[in-house]
């Protein structure tokens, strides 16, 4: 947008944006008003509407733009028109009162703490702010002071560790007066704080994140009124309805004390703080149990909260505290826990679940039996109250579906009771459900959720149970034909998890089988049955070839039975496992039929010419999927020189997935799994079908030079791992990596190509990284080498983290070639390639390295680029420092507002601790001590 809009024209927009019935001229409203935002004539235009208050839509832009331009397009304006940028927002806060919107005036307070951030100039920011507004505009004020310590510990607005440093010591400075100001409006508006409520819920939250980000000092707490309003609000009694605490005052009270609790985590000497939280959070049992009584779910998972909360602070005392004679006295928090996980609702108890997962951990990595022994009542209490929580609706009729709130969190206590069921022992805790199974009356939802917690457990109890175990397989085996089809349903995922214990009974093998089988057809239980076959399968093996006809009888049977295709895909899986540990000699035959089931239907669809509907039969991607987890799972195992028995299968399962290529080469889904097919085809065999080469790699060339599907690239990699290990193969595989190289660059080198395409960029770098491993020599003497290096080069900026490591990965790779294997005959010619390469690029490669990681990566991708430093720093470490040296000095010292950025001496630490470093660790600690002078 090269000139200014009249602000006629703006209005008119937004009322498009916000009125206009029309889509199409709402979208193109949208798009206008963006490229407004994006412009510099922004600025103005959110000032002016502002000024000017036409409506509210108007005004709501212009503060949402004024916020986002200053978050995030700052550096725009000059230093010397930033005071009266702020003079102008300070004017637009000064004319809110009670009838202005809460959405504007958030949009307003966060750009003018945003503002102060970036301001280096604006001393004392918050006292300017408390002595202008604390007798005029409160409201505005406590939102200004409340959203300022957020958006200094929110790493979207780019400050950087000196600054963020700067403005913290200058909120402590300003600390004592945002306590007189809060105690200040606390008195005034907490006589009758009911009354006042929006205010009072505004200073909680104020003080709270003033106090999250260590601005406010635990030193300074003592009789603060803040926290006694807070406590006064949780120990609120209602009289009746209209006394009550609303949920959102009492969710402030709530988050203020919890802010302290972990605030005390870090600095846990604070032992007055420590006692007088601990004491009042102790004495709010009775509003608990009036909040369930009154089935106030909200007040509920508050009290739950806080709770948890000083259970994790206090944990650590807790359990270094505490020995057979006498436990530590705050393990009575872990009463008021257990109190609430027995909560009628399991949103409540869900709260509690971290609090379990770090008293395991902590547990298991102490390994103190007597010390575990301690807790194991207090997990004891947790399973039986989990249980209880698994207990599905007494009149449901059917199963639980995908998706399902309930069905997920039984899955979370799944994983939960896994975690912790070592505290009390799984065998013991098989038997205590098995016993609850045995209770007079027992009803069947009561049944299923017991069945469903030994289920958890079941591949932790010792193959050797001979006690229990069997009672419950002989029961699961003789379960009546009128049992509710959840129990059954259950009971069939049971008898999959105890497959290790079966495989060490197979004596039970036979009636399981045939149990399992006859449930396979049956409408709900039968996907249950296929997932326990497969579980079976994988952990028999040893005891199941003789049941392969059996088994590839039934799968020729699975589409009449009641199991999904994922199912289906589970029962293959197994079978061919089974068929990896039969004699070679009846393997080909087994496979063939297994292989056959597949190839067949996708033959008929393409004679037939037939639509494909995503998701059916008539969809490629189904026998697709089905034939990869056939190849996946034949594990054989093959002595050097022998044929492996697969080969003959694998020779005709190609032409069926050529004709596959050749009919759907436009689709990208379909292409996408036939690749994997090819891919785990490839594996399966491993090198012994160089005759299908040639056909292959011709034709997917062929195919991406039309369509630039990533996925041939990767099928290029599998072939590069394969077979360029041979010596015949390797002038083949560069002459189709030549192949690639034309239409890979071509799409990468479209206008934001690199960040638009990242799955070719992720799959090209793979086929790289391959070839460097397994042929380096030949690799590193490509004349391509150069244009892959400068992509690679490039590339190296993109934040997609599966493309970002690839190329990393080749990096990587490169330059391990000069220093590994040095005992090879080549290790000699490939140290002088390394070399070469470096002397014309280290530098280069190390500067964008730098750049990468201050501007662009996230700091969880830097331990790559730490993996390539370290390789670096081994092959040269004096070049390397000498690189690192120019590529830290062209970083900018200072940003746009005049903030330093980072200091001459802080740069020099950095390159001191890079350069001495020998582990990938440490370099990466140092590239995220870099990061932060710039976040």
Not at 6 to 32: C, F, H, M, T
Not at 98 to 114: F, G, N, P, Y
Not at 121 to 150: G, M, Y
Not at 620 to 649: F, M
Request: with cysteine; glycine share 4%.
């Amino acid at each position: 947008m090269d000139q200014k809009p009249a602000l006629d024209l703006v209005i008119s927009a937004v009322s498009a944006l916000y009125n206009n019935p029309n889509r199409g001229e709402k979208e193109r409203a949208s798009q206008w008003l963006l490229e407004l935002q994006k412009s510099v004539h922004a600025w103005t235009v959110a000032d002016e509407l502002l000024h000017m208050k036409r409506d509210l839509e108007s005004c709501y832009f212009a503060a949402q733009t004024m916020r986002t331009k200053i978050h995030q397009s700052f550096h725009e304006l000059p230093q010397e028109v930033h005071t009266s940028l702020r003079d102008s927002l300070l004017e637009h806060i000064g004319q809110i009162n009670e009838a202005t919107s809460t959405a504007i005036v958030t949009q307003l307070c966060v750009a003018l703490a945003d503002l102060a951030l970036q301001m280096p100039s604006w001393q004392k920011a918050t006292l300017d702010l408390i002595n202008r507004f604390s007798q005029t505009n409160i409201w505005p004020l406590l939102e200004i002071l409340t959203v300022l310590p957020e958006e200094l510990e929110s790493r979207s607005v780019r400050l950087g560790e000196n600054r963020r440093i700067e403005v913290l010591e200058d909120m402590k400075f300003c600390a004592p007066t945002v306590n007189e100001f809060l105690k200040h409006c606390s008195n005034l508006y907490g006589t009758n704080w009911q009354e006042h409520v929006q205010v009072n819920v505004k200073i909680l939250r104020c003080f709270t994140s003033w106090v999250s980000v260590g601005a406010i000092s635990l030193n300074d707490l003592a009789n603060n009124v803040v926290i006694n309003r807070a406590f006064e609000i949780l120990n609120f009694k209602p009289q009746n309805d209209k006394h009550t605490i609303s949920g959102a005052f009492h969710e402030a009270a709530t988050d203020c004390i919890c802010t302290l609790l972990l605030c005390l985590e870090d600095n846990n000497n604070q032992l007055g703080l420590e006692s007088y939280l601990f004491n009042n959070i102790i004495n709010l049992d009775v509003p608990y149990h009036l909040s369930v009584a009154n089935e106030d779910q909200g007040k509920s998972m508050d009290y739950c909260r806080l709770f948890t909360e000083l259970a994790e602070s206090f944990l650590e005392k807790i359990i270094n505290n505490s020995n057979t004679e006498q436990m530590h006295y705050a393990t009575k928090i872990l009463d008021f826990v257990l109190m609430c996980v027995g909560h009628h609702d399991y949103e409540v108890a869900e709260i509690t679940f971290n609090l379990w997962y770090v008293l395991s951990e902590e547990l298991y990595q102490k390994n103190n039996k007597e010390l575990t022994e301690l807790f194991r009542p207090y997990v004891e209490r947790l399973v039986t109250a989990l249980c209880r929580h698994c207990q599905m609706e007494p009149d449901s009729e059917g199963l639980l579906e995908e998706g399902d709130e309930f069905r997920d969190f039984r899955l979370k206590v799944s994983d939960l009771i896994k975690d912790v069921v070592f505290i009390v022992g799984s065998s013991s805790c098989f038997r205590q459900m098995f016993m609850s199974l045995q209770a007079p009356g027992v009803t069947w939802d009561s049944s299923e959720a017991a069945l469903f917690i030994m289920q958890a457990v079941a591949k932790n109890v010792l193959p050797s149970e001979n006690e229990v175990v069997p009672k419950v397989v002989e029961a699961i085996l003789n379960v009546p034909e009128n049992t509710h089809v959840a129990v059954k349903y259950t009971s069939v995922l049971l008898l999959g998890e105890l497959c290790e214990w079966i495989e060490k009974h197979p004596n039970t093998l036979d009636p399981i089988l045939n149990f399992l089988v006859c449930c396979l057809p049956q409408h709900g239980v039968g996907a249950a049955s296929a997932v326990a076959l497969q579980n079976i399968c994988a952990s028999c093996s040893e005891h199941m070839p003789r049941h392969v006809p059996i088994l590839l009888q039934l799968l020729h049977q699975s589409e009449t039975f009641a199991i999904s295709n994922t199912a289906t895909i589970g029962l293959l899986k197994g079978v061919a496992s089974i068929i990896g540990r039969m004699p070679h000699g009846d393997m080909t035959a087994a496979l063939r039929e297994l292989c056959s089931m597949q190839l067949n239907p996708i033959c008929q669809l393409i004679e037939q010419d037939v639509t494909p509907l995503k998701g059916s039969k008539t969809d490629p991607v189904t026998w697709l999927d089905r034939l990869s987890s056939v190849l996946r799972y034949i594990n054989v195992n093959v002595h050097e020189g022998e044929l492996n028995p697969c080969k003959p299968v694998i020779l005709e399962v190609w032409p069926v997935l050529s004709r596959v290529f050749d009919k759907y080469q436009s689709d990208i889904r379909i292409m996408e799994r036939c690749c994997r097919a090819v891919r785990f085809m490839l594996r399966c065999v491993s090198q012994q079908v160089r005759e299908l080469l040639d056909s292959l790699v011709g034709q997917i060339v062929r195919i991406y030079s039309l369509y630039k599907h990533s996925c041939f690239l990767y099928v290029g990699s599998i072939l590069v791992d394969e077979y360029a290990t041979d010596a015949h193969c390797v002038q083949g595989l560069l002459d189709m990596l030549q192949a690639f190289l034309e239409p890979t660059f071509h799409l990468l080198q479209e206008e934001n190509g690199l960040r638009n395409h990242p799955d070719t960029v992720d799959d090209f770098f793979r086929l790289c990284a391959r070839f460097m491993q397994r042929a380096p020599v030949a690799f590193l003497k490509c004349a391509s080498l150069v244009h892959i290096l400068q992509c690679a080069l490039l590339a190296s900026t993109l934040d997609h983290k599966e493309a970002n490591m690839s190329v990393m990965k080749f990096f990587y790779d490169l330059v391990n070639q000069g220093q590994s294997g040095r005992a090879d005959p080549d290790y000699e010619t490939r140290k002088m390639l390394v070399r070469s390469i470096l002397d014309e690029y280290g530098q280069q490669l190390v500067s964008n390295l730098i750049h990468s990681c201050v501007f662009y990566l996230h700091s969880y991708m830097l331990s790559e680029v730490g993996d390539v430093f370290v390789q670096l720093l081994d092959f040269d470490r004096e070049s390397t420092s000498k690189w690192l040296a120019a590529g830290i000095e062209c970083l900018p010292k200072h940003s746009n507002g005049g903030i330093v950025a980072a200091t001459p001496q802080q740069l020099t630490d950095i390159h001191i601790a890079i350069t001495r470093s020998n582990t990938s660790k440490s370099v990466t600690h140092a590239l995220k001590d870099l990061t932060r002078l710039y976040r």
